[in-house]
Every structure is written in structure tokens, then in C-alpha cells.
């Protein structure tokens, strides 16, 4: 996935204003991908084993895996390998409502994450 690494630069040029320009950063790039590469492997288990818990991602995870989206293909055929099915990603969902469906998807994520690699 590091052939992403200037095309991620280029979308999120348009991040940066808002947000800071560490988001250009080489080294958060790289991290970024890494922790990209882990909530895949979440989502993958997750699938694996029928947990009916969508995962959320970070906002540097996210931004990883729009860019991903960016190349069909290659998501296409990473999202088969890894999952054995397309894994849909879901913007729709922005009530955080303490108990809704989303705050309690972010809090499972959390748990799951730590459990899986360690604290955020």
C-alpha cells in the first residue's frame, strides 16, 4: 500500500488547511498505513466471525482507506484476499448520541482495537 503514499499527499492537500500539515508528514503517512493495515485485519475478523459490529475508523485510518477506495482495482482485489468480500465503507452514520448505533460501534472498535493491537 505505500504506492498510495502520493496520492494520499495530493488528497489530502485539501485536509491540510483545516487540519494541519502534519497530515503531509512522510513518518504520519506511514503510520497511518500501518494502523490502515490493522483495522483491515479488524474487519476481516470481525466478518470472519459473523460479529454484527460495524468498525470505525480513526480520522487518519479513514483518510487511508478513502484513498484506498481510489483505486478500485486494488481495493477490489486487497478487500477479496483480506475478507473474502467487498468491504463497504459506510459515511452515513453521523448521530453520536451516547447509545446510538455509531457511539457504540466507536466504543467496540476502541475495546476490540486494544485488545487486538494495544492502546490507540
Request: charged share 25%.
Given at each position: ?18 487540519s ?5 508528514e ?37 483518510l487511508?482507506?478513502h ?19 467487498m ?34
Amino acid at each position: 500500500m505505500a504506492t498510495y503514499t502520493q496520492k494520499t499527499r495530493e488528497e489530502l492537500n485539501q485536509v491540510v488547511s483545516v487540519s494541519g500539515a502534519i497530515y503531509r508528514e512522510d513518518l504520519y503517512l506511514e503510520e497511518a498505513v500501518k494502523r490502515y493495515k490493522g483495522f483491515l485485519h479488524l474487519v476481516s475478523r470481525n466478518i470472519k466471525k459473523k460479529l454484527n459490529n460495524p468498525c470505525v475508523p480513526t480520522y487518519d485510518i479513514d483518510l487511508m482507506w478513502h484513498t484506498h477506495q481510489l483505486y478500485p482495482r486494488s481495493y477490489c482485489k486487497d478487500a477479496m484476499a483480506l475478507a473474502g468480500q467487498m468491504l463497504h465503507h459506510d459515511d452515513t452514520d453521523t448521530d453520536q448520541s451516547k447509545g446510538g448505533k455509531l457511539d457504540v460501534s466507536i466504543k467496540t472498535t476502541t475495546q476490540q482495537w486494544s485488545e487486538m493491537f494495544g492502546s490507540l
